[in-house]
């Protein structure tokens, strides 16, 4: 069914007269993203022509996407703002709260007995304001969004930095934190800085191993995890209308990884056929009626050069199978060379799990391509050396590749197919192979590859790879393994070759499904109760953040300096901590235990300035707070990658850190920081960095001036009784000036509400 389709029908019935307008005050051409971000402005008609990476724009997005374990700290903040109903369409998915151990049915009875109470929330939160909900087990929220909301033309944001998958079907979507979302929730404008524009072209056709995985695999190659950063990648030209609209959302999915804002396609036939297969011919019809105001204009893509402010070209025909890793997504090697290079940095070629699914790469077509490289192994009389895991994206997925053979395949093969949920990709597995920290290599269909992001070893080193990629090296049970190539020996004692994968767009017998797992709310849900006990150890109500006072900001003290990459990952982890994302407190006890410390390389290790001896990060925070003493947080470059973790923002907020300072920020935490009423701040010279001590205090010299467009000092005072000042720089504007001077955003909400 179509969801929400009077409102997608308001979309299109004003995106001509919205993008004639903004081309005629632009004076050119428009790119698709263009098209969709001047019609989505929130004062409606486009008035004014916007520089890219400069002005701040309020838009209007036309939906929301939550997963469980980021709608908790989302919808806690918006039952503060005193609204009967979200004000946009929104969804929740429960998706990553269910361990994969055992299988698919045992793990989702697991799943609602220990994480009950916080299922039971998110359905009776959900049923109160308005919000659709889906069940555990539905499925991952990007393949179930682009199956189900996804639209050409739309625009969405979302609590998960991988909500850039919906550009697979035409949108531009975009990972935010959770206060962005309350915004929208309450009816207020959604402010983001008018983005920068990349643009791909890809010509020729994928052909024999490599996949649309690929494609993504050599852009983070060549743009490294921060060369996306401010910036919306729009794929087009001749090789873009020859992938399917799934491969297309794997694409934009892992552009997260390159810290693009989001990435998406131009609306062509693979879209309009994957509308038609998932039951939406509604919107396919709405959308073929303004076809052209639904991609960038022919001059934008004839002269690419003259419209983005980058260019990349890939042809598809010659590109190479890729395995990206370890420890970051942006470490390309086309498979066949992966062998010497493992050799020469002494990583792992025995390989122990080969991982397929997460929401870059579980549809139909992932599965099928996956199987008939499984199928083979099978027929080729061919043992897997290495253990398998399998998750499918969604319930009307499973099922349909169930009712087709695809997942016998894989079970005669002796794989585990798992819960329709995230798993091992965001932490989520119970690895019974590996305790302690031993050396170890997995491949994966996933999207990060972080240190002890899969199984909380840091030293399991994960590569990212295609479906069919990883089931090939998972049979061979090699890292060095090339299929194109290579041949294996078979329980015949034969040399045996794989043939190239083969895969099915969509399912011929079309998608089927006897419960997707949605449960729409009550129309009225007045009477609603949410259900939070006052004794919950996973749940905990919020009271708002009180504004830093500037007199709070003299004899700062340092926190920790972090050194080399800091995720979100680094800075709130998952994994087992997922419990508690729902109660502030607690899982503020993992608040930047992840964070190496510059000064003696350890982790979860820092200086208490108050005994002068060691502790844990979190603890020694805890004393300052008590104390009343404000901190800083000191990070190197693009601070903050990983997902769109409001966590990572509100823990350190609450336990008293009133300024983060580094080299750079990737873009979504450094929005999250400014939501939370923190100081988000970097280096007007990097090379201050180095000039940081373990025992520094610090003084905000003119914090009372703080202002757009004005630079802060900061004296630093160094235990040896030296005192020297320098120059930091913020990207405040007014709007969010007001958001750290009343203490958060959500305090304006809260306050314009009430007025």
Aim: include cysteine; charged fraction near 25%; charge should be negative.
């Amino acid at each position: 069914m179509a969801f929400d389709i009077d409102m997608i029908k308001k979309v299109y019935s004003q995106m001509a007269e919205r993008v004639d307008k903004a081309r005629e005050i632009v004076g050119k051409p428009l790119t698709l993203s263009e098209k969709i971000l001047y019609s989505h402005l929130w004062d409606g008609n486009p008035s004014t022509a916007f520089e890219r990476g400069k002005h701040y724009v309020d838009f209007a997005p036309d939906r929301i996407a939550c997963q469980d374990a980021t709608a908790q700290m989302a919808l806690l903040q918006f039952m503060q703002a005193g609204k009967k109903n979200v004000a946009v369409p929104t969804t929740v998915h429960c998706d990553h709260l269910i361990q994969a151990k055992q299988g698919a049915a045992p793990d989702l009875k697991r799943a609602n007995e220990t994480s009950n109470e916080v299922f039971d929330f998110l359905e009776s939160v959900s049923n109160k304001y308005g919000i659709g909900f889906w069940k555990p087990g539905a499925g991952i929220i990007h393949q179930v969004v682009l199956e189900n909301y996804a639209f050409p033309g739309g625009m969405m944001i979302g609590t998960d930095s991988h909500t850039v998958n919906a550009g697979g079907l035409g949108m531009v979507a975009i990972g935010v934190g959770g206060a962005d979302a309350v915004d929208v929730m309450a009816g207020m404008p959604w402010e983001l800085k008018f983005p920068k524009l990349i643009g791909v072209k890809l010509t020729g056709e994928l052909n024999g191993w490599t996949a649309s995985k690929d494609v993504i695999l050599k852009v983070a190659g060549i743009l490294t995890v921060k060369g996306g950063t401010g910036c919306i990648v729009e794929y087009f030209g001749p090789g873009a209308k020859n992938l399917s609209c799934t491969g297309k959302g794997t694409i934009c999915n892992m552009g997260a990884e390159i810290g693009a804002t989001t990435s998406t396609f131009g609306y062509d036939d693979a879209m309009e056929r994957f509308l038609r297969a998932t039951d939406r011919a509604e919107i396919a019809d709405e959308a073929n009626k303004i076809r052209e105001y639904l991609t960038g204009d022919d001059e934008v893509y004839a002269n690419p050069e003259a419209y983005f402010d980058q260019v990349i070209e890939i042809d598809l025909s010659t590109l190479r199978p890729h395995l990206n890793g370890p420890f970051t997504p942006d470490l390309a090697t086309p498979v066949g060379e992966l062998g010497e290079k493992a050799k020469k940095n002494d990583w792992p070629i025995k390989v122990d799990w080969g991982l397929i699914g997460s929401c870059t790469n579980s549809s139909y077509e992932d599965l099928t391509r996956a199987a008939s490289i499984a199928q083979q192994a099978i027929d080729k009389k061919l043992r897997p050396k290495s253990d398998f895991g399998i998750n499918p994206g969604s319930e009307q997925i499973r099922f349909t590749a169930e009712r087709d053979g695809l997942l016998q395949v894989f079970e005669n093969l002796g794989a585990t197919v798992f819960t329709n949920a995230c798993g091992p990709c965001i932490g989520q597995w119970d690895r019974s192979d590996r305790k302690g920290e031993e050396k170890n290599t997995i491949v994966h269909s996933f999207n990060r590859n972080f240190s002890k992001r899969a199984d909380g070893n840091p030293n399991t080193h994960a590569f990212v790879g295609s479906p069919e990629m990883v089931a090939a090296i998972a049979i061979s049970g090699r890292l060095d393994f090339d299929p194109m190539t290579d041949t294996l020996l078979n329980d015949n004692g034969e040399e045996v070759k794989l043939d190239e994968p083969r895969g099915l767009e969509l399912p011929p017998k079309g998608f089927e499904v006897d419960d997707n797992g949605y449960l729409a709310p009550t129309e009225d849900g007045s009477n609603v109760k949410v259900k939070v006990a006052e004794d919950s150890e996973r749940l905990q109500l919020l009271e708002p953040f009180v504004p830093i006072q500037d007199s709070e900001l003299q004899g700062v003290k340092l926190l920790i300096k972090a050194f080399g990459k800091c995720t979100t990952d680094h800075i709130s982890m998952a994994g087992p901590w997922l419990r508690y994302r729902g109660h502030l407190d607690n899982i503020a006890n993992n608040t930047l235990i992840g964070a190496v410390n510059a000064f003696n390389k350890k982790t979860n290790f820092v200086k208490n300035q108050l005994t002068g001896e060691y502790g844990g990060v979190p603890d020694v925070q805890r004393e300052y707070k008590a104390k009343g003493i404000k901190t800083i947080v000191v990070g190197d470059h693009n601070y903050g990658e990983g997902s769109s973790r409001e966590h990572a923002a509100m823990q350190p907020r609450f336990l008293g850190v009133a300024a983060v300072l580094v080299k750079s920020f990737a873009r979504i935490h450094e929005t999250n920081l400014k939501k939370q009423g923190m100081l988000a701040l970097t280096f007007a010279n990097e090379e201050d960095y180095d000039k940081i001590q373990e025992n520094d205090t610090f003084n905000f010299v003119d914090i009372a001036d703080f202002a757009e467009n004005k630079p802060l000092s900061i004296e630093i005072m160094h235990e040896n009784g030296e005192k020297e000042t320098i120059k930091v720089n913020h990207t405040y504007n007014d709007a969010q000036i007001k958001w750290y001077r009343e203490g958060s955003a959500l305090n304006l909400i809260k306050k314009q509400n009430a007025s």
